[in-house]
């Protein structure tokens, strides 16, 4: 075959591709079509082949009317794949849904509204430097009462009404406060706790529970002064409830401190107009938060602390108190029913 | 305890205006908390002091007088009407609603014909002005009124006007529990000074006589009793008190009864010092003994109730038997009565414990225990007694017969405490100058002295039992200096090391959260039906729950003995309230008795009810398998890696038989059990459909200990599956075991795939397991050729050893 008929069914078989390329829509089609031209069987090949049959001087020009077709379909099929990503993106983009459907939720739990209180109010003590302690539900009259200062028979007991145990040899704690005096008997001080936990009275209405829950604090070292007790709760106010609320201390009895406050916050919840309607605070502006004050040196003397060396201070708060300020919880009860419309709100 | 705010300031000379509000701020700041605020008297408007000038029958009316009044000293008269029986003749004044008076409820007056005579306004009756319930006549006013102007504002010429106070007073402060202990706080808050109301008996004693002559007192105990002051007056007539005592009686809640009477409770209310009353003639034998009651003694008090008493119980006795029950309760023999005109006066002191066991055991709280109970100051024992002695002579007409009998064989006198300022700027905080010091103080009543350089003596009266210690006195200072005056600082404490806690629970917690459990706080007690309704295995003891001996409720009566009641209970509850998809865990103590005394182990708890989760509709019916997943996740979240077992425990307590498993760790010590709850437990506690739940005995189970990183794997792996029948009770863990078994070291891994029972695809008794096991060495790439042969053994031995064929 001559020099000019070989190149002439070359640049055929070039266009031949470029036609047949046209229709196809698929990588795979266009691999296949490309296989029967270029593969080593392919019709380019082919031709291939009668090119050694010519006188060597015309080689060179068939050689490059060889490489040119070999090109051109190559890079027609590099064109044509790029065009069908492109396609196939524009298709894919073309797709829409109902996004107003509702998500496949993979629910997590809720932590408990008091557990909530509780940690933050650990973690915040925690960054003064208290740690958490804790102590039995079931206690003994000498940890819970008599340690504390409350003389048997004393009226003090009356404002918390008791449950007994084993013929009254034992009782349901009242408060936390004897984890006070489990820590102060098992460790010298500098002592620096929070000790958070479920105590019992004989009390049930929409505010009081027989079962709450309180937060101990208590710090015993040398050099503790009552200012410290008011900073370590007004800071704790500030972090918890808010950075411009104040707090006020009202001089209150409480066998184990020595002088013992009333802790009251400013209420943030009235309305700036009329305070006189606030449900919290009844329009007095503020709202009772803790008890504290200086451990009494009756307490640190039944646990084997010297109170010329060392003063203190105690505190103790309600969580519930806490949690139905904070989030206008109205009836008690709703944090003991494992209720889940309650639980999965916060 | 409630005060008048007006009967304070009687008792305080603030030398200057003070309003109700200010005062009750003031005792707020200073512990006395003012939990109320009440005005009173003033809901009505346009009542005045008048006088009647005449009076007629109606002539048209039985029951009602034509009444002509008059509300100033020569000014006309007024007709009114008026239907009460009492109308006084004329000179006698009374209370005239005026026209265009308001009284309360906003009834407004005019002028109204009745039986054709028109009245202007009218006469007013006690509950028509709400100062009380009477209404048998109208208010006529006493001779205690007589020097009233006529035409006064009723409500501020009678001081009906007044503000009650009710007071939280602290335990401890017993001088506060009368009048004139608070306004000693006042005058010490407010820069006033206090008073004492008027105690002089010169004017009304009667000399021709002696209290001697006519009775003896003897105390048999005089550490129950360390004082008893006995005065009489005689010459006495019962009748009303005075309205502005009634009143006054009215606002701190005492319902008056008779002059004599009210006396006391007066008196009680000014002074903080309970009295007694008895009618003198019915006392026997001319004596006061104060004893012990004797075994299976008995007496009748004042509200008519026989009392059973004890030998603790304090007596006061006349020649015969017991006339009062001391400092709780008079005796009804020597009850006051119309008759009376001779009045035997009580002002005792008695001991705090004695009063408030007998108190307490007859369930008895007066007004009288209730301030024994707190401490009562003997030295201000006979102080009262005149001051009773006066009002009672002056109210009921009568003399105080001279001189009294004072029994106080242990005179208790005030005590010297020393306090170092440097201790009060040390404990407080606040530096306050000595002069302040001592000038709080003296305003307290506590005379301080500096004897030596930044050292006070302070002599403290009896009336403050609450301070017998330094830190008693600094507490003083700090308080009447003011709380608000100390500022707040930050402790400048000692650093310690801390103890690392146990991440178990928190880890524990924050995994059940994670797994999509919301958490739950139920109660420590519980009711015995539902620890019953658990229907544990005998012998169990979580079968005994502690009792508590004294529960507001049976459904709070026992300490839970496990988890599970309260929580069930509480799936009930939101069933009930048609919430089915129910996920709750709790972690929380439960009660137990142990050999050692009582334990109370943290356990965590989870119950599920209703669907998994799906999408658009609930998914599938939960199954033992979401919650076994959930004792995964849990173990996951604690230890990082699930290293427990699941063994089936036919023996299980409150789960199914057959479709529970025990928790094992990996000592193989049981830590929990899962499983779906026993269909007659779910039927007790009320449940709809199948729940599902695990117990974990968190305090068994190991503390998380740091894992050590194993090398990330460099060479890929080779998979291959194994597709088996076999006979349907055997259980996967049996498979695993034999692969493990091989201990084929190019195994990495085997997972189960499918576990297929369709009975239309395989044979009865059979079931299909599909099992895929992965193929990986550390050091290089492994050939399909090593991997094959390691597979076929093991495929072989699970062949062999389970009778299984392939699939």
Not at chain 2, 403 to 409: A, E, L, M, Q
Request: aromatic share 6%.
């Amino acid at each position: 075959m001559p020099a000019e008929e070989l190149i002439g069914k070359l640049d055929g078989l070039g266009s031949e591709f470029a036609q047949a390329l046209v229709s196809l829509s698929s990588e795979q089609d266009i691999r296949e079509l490309q296989a029967q031209f270029l593969g080593k069987k392919g019709r380019v090949s082919a031709l291939m082949r009668e090119m050694g049959k010519l006188p060597p001087d015309t080689r060179r020009v068939v050689g490059a009317a060889f490489n040119r077709v070999k090109d051109g379909i190559a890079g027609a099929v590099d064109g044509k794949l790029d065009e069908l990503v492109k396609v196939a993106e524009a298709a894919d983009l073309e797709r829409t849904i109902d996004v107003s459907l509702p998500g496949r939720v993979r629910s997590a739990g809720h932590v408990h509204l008091l557990t909530q209180v509780r940690n933050e109010a650990v973690a915040i003590f925690g960054e003064l430097g208290f740690e958490v302690a804790e102590g039995p539900q079931i206690e003994n009259d000498f940890n819970n009462f008599e340690a504390l200062g409350f003389a048997k028979d004393h009226p003090a007991r009356d404002e918390q009404d008791t449950f007994f145990v084993d013929d009254g040899k034992l009782l349901l704690r009242t408060h936390t406060s004897p984890v006070q005096i489990r820590t102060m008997l098992s460790q010298e001080p500098p002592i620096k706790i929070v000790a958070p936990g479920a105590v019992y009275r004989r009390d049930d209405d929409p505010t009081h529970s027989p079962m709450f829950w309180q937060i101990e604090g208590l710090l015993i070292d040398e050099q503790v002064r009552f200012s410290d007790l008011k900073g370590v709760l007004l800071h704790f106010v500030k972090r918890y409830f808010g950075e411009d609320l104040d707090i006020r201390f009202r001089p209150s009895f409480f066998p184990f401190v020595e002088p013992g406050a009333e802790v009251d916050m400013q209420c943030s919840f009235c309305t700036d107009s009329d305070s006189s309607k606030c449900r919290v605070c009844k329009g007095t502006t503020w709202v009772e938060i803790a008890g504290a004050g200086m451990v009494d040196p009756v307490v640190l003397t039944h646990c084997k602390i010297d109170p010329e060396r060392y003063t203190g201070f105690a505190f103790g708060m309600g969580l519930e108190r806490m949690a139905m300020l904070r989030y206008g919880v109205s009836d008690i009860k709703n944090f003991y029913e494992g209720d889940m419309r309650f639980l999965t709100q916060f | 305890m409630l005060a008048s705010w007006n009967w304070l300031k009687e008792l305080v000379d603030f030398g200057r205006e003070v309003s109700a509000e200010e005062g009750a701020r003031a005792l707020t700041s200073s512990g006395l908390e003012v939990e109320e605020f009440r005005p009173v008297g003033d809901d009505f408007t346009g009542v005045v002091i008048a006088e009647v000038v005449s009076k007629e029958a109606h002539p048209n009316a039985d029951k009602l007088t034509v009444v002509h009044v008059r509300d100033s000293e020569d000014g006309d008269t007024t007709l009114v009407i008026c239907g009460a029986p009492n109308v006084p003749e004329p000179g006698g004044r009374v209370l005239w609603a005026k026209p265009g008076a308001v009284l309360p409820g906003g009834f407004e007056l005019g002028s109204k014909k009745l039986k054709g005579i028109e009245s202007a306004g009218m006469l007013c009756a006690e509950d028509e002005l709400g100062l009380g319930d009477d209404h048998d006549g109208i208010i006529v006013l006493g001779e205690d009124a007589k020097d009233l102007p006529l035409g006064a504002d009723a409500a501020t010429a009678l001081g009906l006007k007044d503000v009650v106070f009710d007071l939280c007073i602290p335990a401890n402060r017993a001088d506060a529990l009368g009048h004139v202990g608070i306004a000693r706080e006042l005058a010490a808050l407010l820069d006033g000074r206090a008073l004492l109301p008027d105690a002089d008996l010169s004017t009304v004693t009667d000399n021709d006589s002696t209290c001697q002559s006519m009775i003896s007192v003897s105390i048999a105990d005089a550490d129950a009793c360390p004082r008893y002051v006995a005065r009489a007056i005689k010459g006495l007539t019962i009748k009303a008190s005075p309205l502005w005592m009634q009143q006054r009686l009215r606002n701190v809640g005492v319902r008056p009864i008779s002059n004599l009477v009210d006396v006391t409770n007066y008196v009680m209310f000014e002074l903080g010092q309970p009295l007694h009353a008895f009618d003198y003639e019915k006392l026997r034998g001319q004596r006061i003994e104060v004893r012990r009651a004797n075994a299976s003694e008995k007496m009748t008090t004042l509200d008519d109730a026989e009392r059973e008493l004890v030998t603790a119980d304090l007596l006061i006795c006349d020649g015969e038997a017991p006339v009062a029950l001391a400092g709780v309760m008079g005796g009804q023999t020597s009850e006051i009565g119309d008759g009376t005109s001779t009045v035997l006066l009580e002002s005792a002191n008695f001991e705090a414990m004695t009063i408030r066991r007998t108190a307490k055991r007859m369930g008895l709280h007066s007004d009288s225990s209730h301030r024994f109970e707190r401490a009562v100051d003997p030295n201000g024992a006979d102080f009262a007694s005149r001051r009773a002695a006066l009002l009672l002579a002056q109210l009921g007409g009568g003399k105080v017969v001279a001189g009294s009998v004072d029994v106080y064989p242990k005179v208790i006198e005030p005590v010297h405490v020393s306090m170092r300022l440097a201790r009060c700027e040390a404990l407080s905080g606040i530096s306050v100058p000595v002069e302040t010091v001592i000038e709080t103080l003296a305003r307290q009543g506590l005379e301080a002295k500096e004897n030596s350089e930044g050292i006070l003596d302070v002599l403290v009266p009896t009336a403050r039992a609450d301070i017998s210690r330094e830190v008693d006195l600094i507490e003083e200072v700090v308080r009447i200096y003011g709380f608000d005056r100390v500022p707040a600082t930050l402790p400048q404490t000692t650093v310690r090391p801390t103890k690392v806690p146990d991440r178990k629970r928190e880890r524990a917690h924050a995994a059940m959260v994670a797994a999509g459990f919301s958490e739950s706080l139920t109660y420590g007690f519980t009711s015995p039906s539902r620890i019953e309704m658990l229907a544990l295995p005998e012998g169990d003891r979580r079968n005994t729950p502690i009792k508590i001996d004294n529960p507001m409720t049976l459904e709070q009566s026992v300490m839970r003995t496990s988890l599970w009641s309260n929580l069930l209970g509480a799936v009930a509850h939101n069933q009930k309230r048609q919430v089915h998809q129910v996920r709750l865990f709790e972690q929380g103590h439960v009660f137990l008795r142990g050999p050692e005394g009582i334990e109370e182990p943290m356990q965590l708890c989870c119950v599920m009810a209703g669907k998994s989760d799906g999408w658009l509709k609930p998914g599938a019916d939960l199954d033992f398998y979401d919650a076994k997943g959930a004792v995964i996740s849990v173990i996951e979240g604690i230890y990082g890696i699930s290293n427990v077992r699941f063994e089936p425990n036919p023996k299980a307590t409150v789960l199914h038989p057959g479709i529970s498993a025990s928790i094992l760790d990996s000592e193989g010590k049981e830590i929990g059990c899962v499983g779906e709850i026993h269909p007659s437990i779910r039927k007790s506690f009320d449940l709809e459909g199948r729940v599902f739940g695990f117990e974990l005995q968190l305090e068994k189970m190991t503390s998380p200990i740091d894992r050590r990183m194993i090398a990330l794997p460099r060479f890929p792996a080779i998979s291959r599956d194994v597709s088996i029948l076999v006979n349907l009770e055997i259980p996967s863990s049996q498979v695993i075991e034999i692969i493990e078994s091989c201990e084929e070291p190019l195994l990495a891994s085997v997972q189960i795939l499918e576990d297929y029972r369709d009975p239309a695809h395989v044979p009865e008794g059979k079931k299909g397991m599909l099992w895929t096991l992965t193929y990986r060495v550390s050091d290089k790439t492994l050939t399909d050729k090593v991997v094959d042969k390691a597979h076929k053994a093991i495929e072989s031995k699970l062949l062999e050893e389970l009778g299984a064929t392939r699939r």
